[in-house]
Nanobody, 116 residues
Framework: VQLVESGGGLVQPGSSLRLSCTRS??????MGWYRQPPGGQRELVAT??????TTYADSVKGRFTISRDNAMTMHLQMNSLKPEDTAVYYC??????????????WGQGTLVTVSP
């Protein structure tokens, strides 16, 4: 397993959760978070850009914050959670093969359920 997510759980609307993504190799750069709601397609939540900026889905702007620490553990701080945020959240990363190419890698996912 190359990326491992943690921090999911069952919370009430309006609550907060912090997801973490830990890499198993220094060759992997954690890059973003995606989610797949029940019966739905996997969708972008938040990512880092190639220049170090961040991009967010419109549905989470102002509520979610993506970050990375010095150990390259990636986090997703989720505030003001809504029932429609219920999904399996996946960590995405780039595993560098050499100085010029990488492959996409994924974690196994962590379930976030927002329900009264």
């Amino acid at each position: 397993v190359q990326l491992v997510e943690s921090g999911g759980g069952l919370v009430q609307p309006g609550s907060s959760l912090r997801l973490s993504c830990t890499r198993s190799s220094f060759a992997i750069n954690p890059m973003g978070w995606y989610r797949q709601p029940p019966g739905g397609q996997r969708e972008l939540v938040a990512t880092f850009t190639a220049t170090g900026g961040t991009t967010y889905a419109d549905s989470v702007k102002g509520r979610f914050t993506i970050s990375r620490d010095n150990a390259m553990t990636m986090h997703l701080q989720m505030n003001s959670l809504k029932p429609e945020d219920t999904a399996v959240y996946y960590c995405n990363g780039h595993q560098w093969q050499d100085s010029y190419s990488y492959v996409e890698v994924w974690g196994q996912g962590t379930l976030v359920t927002v329900s009264p």
